[in-house]
Structures are given as structure tokens and as C-alpha cells.
T-cell receptor
């Protein structure tokens, strides 16, 4: 079975540009999460979805960040406009089942110059 | 207050020896779950092991076991017979609330383990 798929794996962009990160969760999983990992702040939950509906976006840092899940097999995280402090590794994870173990994608390393 | 505390920023262990990575947690919820993840240098997060607060026995998965001491609020990861491939960052995480239905996972700051030949 394929795991969580993220694209792109690496993204380098200039400040002010729009960035879109993509995620395909594991088939059959009904929860999807977006995390951000930085050296300073560790792993932070940004937003999560249940059955394609955003449940909690309190971790989204600013209005510049938005996330969508148009169907069960696809989600996007968009940053517009991007800033250097957004540089981080962005993980998507999905989950289903009793224990809520989350399976992570390989991450997208974002660098904003 | 920190929900998850990992006090060892870095650990060294000799190949084939056992190592214990510490994790303490803080919650007032009687129902919770504890997780360990491994993050190798390649960056992916790999789920290792889970322990529920009501589980009677310590969780084990191959060479990984979780030393769960509920009264002390600790959930240490034990890796037996360390291998070079175990060198990675290890994160402890907690979910508060009952298993069914999702709850937020809170992660600790991680422990970097280096296995020496």
C-alpha cells in the first residue's frame, strides 16, 4: 500500500510568492493533518480535517495560510504571500482507527528567500 | 507547562546494546495515548509504538518496547540490541482523550540517538 504522498519534496521560492503544498493521504483514512517542523518550535499542528471538513485550524499561524481538502484523496496547504519565516518542513499525516496513530508523508522542505 | 518532556537532547549507545529514551507527560485526562516516532536524517516520521492509558501491559513492537509507568507519568522507549540504522531523532507524543475519534497529538522536543559501531 502506498503511504502518504506529498509534493513537491523541496520548494525554494522568493518572498511574496504563492506556495502550494500537496498531499494525498492513505486510502481509507478519514483524518488528515498538516504539521510544520522547525528547529525553534519543533512539530506544530497547523490544521486537521475529518472526512474532508476542517475541524481545527487554530494552529494556522496567519491569514496567509490556508488549507483545503476538496475530496478524500487530496489536500493542499497554501501560503500567500510567503515570507522567509515560513521556511520549514511541512508534513502531511493521515489517520484512521482506534488508536489514532498518524502516518506521515515524507515532508516538503520549503525555503523562502 | 510542557505536555511532553524529553530531557535528553542527545544520547549515544554502542551497537548491540539496549538504550532507554526518556519521556514524561502531563495530563489530567484519565484517557490518553502515548506514541513514539522515529525521524531519521532523511526526514520522514516513522510511527514506532503506541501505549494506551488503560492498557494493562507495556507495549512491544519487535525491538521496541515502551516502559509505561502511569503513576510517574513516564513512557520511556526501550530499544534493544541497537543497530546503526537506529541512529535518528526520536519523538514522544501524546493524545489526550479516548481513542475513538481524533484528538490532537502533542509532540516532545525529541532525542537524537547515535549508535556507535
Amino acid at each position: 500500500d502506498a503511504g502518504v504522498i506529498q509534493s513537491p519534496r523541496h520548494e525554494v521560492t522568493e518572498m511574496g510568492q504563492e506556495v502550494t503544498l500537496r498531499c494525498k493521504p492513505i486510502s481509507g483514512h478519514d483524518y488528515l493533518f498538516w504539521y510544520r517542523q522547525t528547529m525553534m518550535r519543533g512539530l506544530e499542528l497547523l490544521i486537521y480535517f475529518n472526512n474532508n471538513v476542517p475541524i481545527d485550524d487554530s494552529g494556522m499561524p496567519e491569514d496567509r495560510f490556508s488549507a483545503k481538502m476538496p475530496n478524500a484523496s487530496f489536500s493542499t496547504l497554501k501560503i500567500q504571500p510567503s515570507e522567509p519565516r515560513d521556511s520549514a518542513v511541512y508534513f502531511c499525516a493521515s489517520s484512521s482507527g482506534e488508536h489514532n496513530e498518524q502516518f506521515f508523508g515524507p515532508g516538503t522542505r520549503l525555503t523562502v528567500l | 507547562a510542557q505536555k511532553i518532556t524529553q530531557t535528553q537532547p542527545g544520547m549515544f549507545v554502542q551497537e548491540k546494546e539496549a538504550v532507554t529514551l526518556d519521556c514524561t507527560y502531563d495530563t489530567s485526562d484519565p484517557s490518553y495515548g502515548l506514541f513514539w516516532y522515529k525521524q531519521p536524517s532523511s526526514g520522514e516520521m516513522i510511527f514506532l509504538i503506541y501505549q494506551g492509558s488503560y492498557d494493562q501491559q507495556n507495549a512491544t513492537e519487535g525491538r521496541y518496547s515502551l516502559n509505561f509507568q502511569k503513576a510517574r507519568k513516564s513512557a520511556n522507549l526501550v530499544i534493544s540490541a541497537s543497530q546503526l540504522g537506529d541512529s535518528a531523532m526520536y519523538f514522544c507524543a501524546m493524545r489526550e482523550g479516548p481513542p475513538l475519534g481524533w484528538r490532537a497529538l502533542t509532540f516532545g522536543s525529541g532525542t537524537r540517538l547515535q549508535v556507535q559501531p
